[in-house]
């Protein structure tokens, strides 16, 4: 177990929470919305990409509903939230409290210690988008809807890679900083910038979160399969951060 793994489940907990009650709600609200789908469709028309995110919902049916609603909407804006705090506080948090001292007294190597400070933080950002989308099947069978787990996990797996992503720049940053709240503000105003971009047309293509969007999600649902185009990439970037975070520890002054 880690040290202060009771933090990481307690957080943890609170993150699933949170999420799980927004699930909660919006397969309650389903019915309504599938009658009323004309109406939002209206409404929706004078935005371009807000009025194509309904359509997609109208053309994949539930499936497009809840991977709009849980990992594009969901997951995507909380969980980058929870990565970006996590990540932020980890490291720059202990030299700004001025425990960075003590930390690094334990009697365990540097890459230990930052392994599993990184590690930890990670599972309680995407261990709640896991469990999460194991209740889906269980809340539609109120009415009479699933979705098959596999594709489930899959597009968790998919939603993950992307939250890692995110996590792990915010942690090589952390690595390098010792303003925990500078790193917060700064990477939470970018990310609501390019998500706000995302429904801009013209702009929208130049928006991360069109690596989650609903019709990605829907084209690893239809094709039984990762979508490997992108995942790789995400994997990669996650890597290639871990890496540099444990460079820029090894080598730090506290």
């Given amino acids: 177990m880690f040290k202060g793994s009771r933090g990481y489940i307690i957080y943890g907990i609170g993150f699933f929470a949170v999420l799980e009650i927004m699930l909660v709600a919006a397969i309650y609200w389903w019915p309504t919305f599938e009658q009323n789908i004309p109406s939002i469709k209206a409404i929706a028309a004078p935005i371009a990409m807000l009025s194509d995110l309904v359509d997609q919902v109208d053309q994949f049916g539930v499936s497009g509903y809840i991977v709009g609603q849980h990992f594009f909407k969901g997951c995507s804006a909380l969980g980058t939230a929870a990565a970006v705090l996590f990540a932020a506080n980890s490291v720059a948090g202990e030299a700004h ?5 003590i930390w690094l007294a334990r009697p365990v190597s540097r890459l230990r210690l930052v392994s599993e400070r990184w590690l930890g933080g990670l599972l309680v950002v995407i261990g709640p988008v896991f469990a999460t989308s194991l209740t889906v ?30 996590y792990a720049v915010s942690f090589l940053w952390s690595c390098h900083s010792s303003e925990p709240m500078r790193i917060s503000f700064v990477m939470l105003f970018v990310s609501v910038m ?9 702009v929208t293509h130049y928006s991360l979160y069109r690596l989650v969007e609903i019709k990605v999600f829907m084209r690893i649902i239809t094709n039984d399969a990762m979508n490997w185009t992108l995942l790789a990439p995400m994997l990669a970037c996650t890597a290639a951060a871990y890496g540099l975070s444990v460079r820029a520890f090894l080598k730090r002054v506290p």
């Fill in 137 to 166: 099947p269980g809340l539609l069978g109120m009415f009479d809807k699933t979705m098959a787990i596999s594709d489930l996990m899959r597009c968790s797996v998919h939603m993950s890679a992307f939250l890692a992503a995110i």
């Fill in 194 to 202: 390019v998500f706000a971009l995302y429904l801009v047309e013209g």
């Fill in 97 to 101: 409290r001025g425990t960075m001292e």
